[in-house]
């Protein structure tokens, strides 16, 4: 079946560049999605890129996609305290459901 | 901006009774999905309906769980009878045919003593 692995933690300087990484299983998976986890709340969609897609850029943040390899990246620029939370990476097929990884927590120390 | 709406956001109660969540996706939204997250097991999927239909319950125990969509605008999701180990955080999400992402609700945070 389907799989997406993250690292489980990472903590960066604040104001340092964080790149979280995550791989999938599925080659036709059509969209790959960066949701974000803060303590106590659902999870919140941060961006979204279509598996045609090498590359997207959303003011700090900017996902690459290696297809070939099935590897997605979400680098944050300008690290923030506020960016503190856990990031789960996620990958559709068509409209279908969305299989999860199990998050990445992002520790951002001042 | 809207959102999806879950209640209630905790609820305790003791082991063999009945627990009923509900949420309210969002309009026009015609995707609704179950998550359960605990730390143990991440993000589970438990069920997921498309234009009121379910389309996927395999994720959830069929003995004591049960989700239905009475209309387009109410997902619940029932535990008869409840056991300490479904102690977790559920989550509800809406989106549009799956795709684009989903938009979660807070959740309901359960505990069963």
């Known amino acids: 079946g389907e799989d997406v692995e993250q690292s489980l933690f990472l903590s960066v300087r604040e104001g340092d560049s964080s790149v979280i990484n995550c791989t999938y299983t599925d080659s036709s998976s059509t969209y790959l999605y960066w949701y974000k986890q803060e303590p106590g709340a659902g999870l919140q969609l941060l961006t979204y890129i279509f598996s045609n897609m090498d590359m997207k850029q959303d003011q700090r943040l900017t996902v690459l996609l290696n297809k070939k390899d099935k590897h997605l990246s979400l680098r944050i620029a300008d690290t923030q305290t506020g960016d503190s939370a856990i990031y789960f990476c996620?990958?559709?097929?068509?409209?279908?459901?969305?299989?999860f990884g199990d998050g990445t927590t992002l520790t951002v120390k001042p | 901006d809207a959102r999806v709406t879950q209640t209630p956001r905790h609820k305790v109660t003791e082991m063999g009774q009945e627990v009923t969540m509900r949420c309210q996706p969002i309009?026009?939204?015609?995707?609704v999905f179950w998550y359960r997250q605990t730390m143990m097991q991440g993000l589970e999927l438990l069920a997921y309906f498309r234009n009121r239909a379910p389309l996927d319950d395999s994720g959830m125990p069929k003995d004591r769980f049960s989700a239905e969509m009475p209309d387009a605008t109410l997902a619940t999701l029932k535990i008869q009878p409840s056991e300490p180990r479904d102690s977790a955080v559920y989550f509800c999400a809406s989106g549009l045919q799956g795709n684009y992402g989903y938009t979660f609700g807070s959740g309901t945070r359960l505990t069963v003593v």
């Open positions: 996620a990958e559709s097929v068509s409209a279908g459901k969305s299989t």
């Open positions: 309009l026009g939204h015609n995707t």
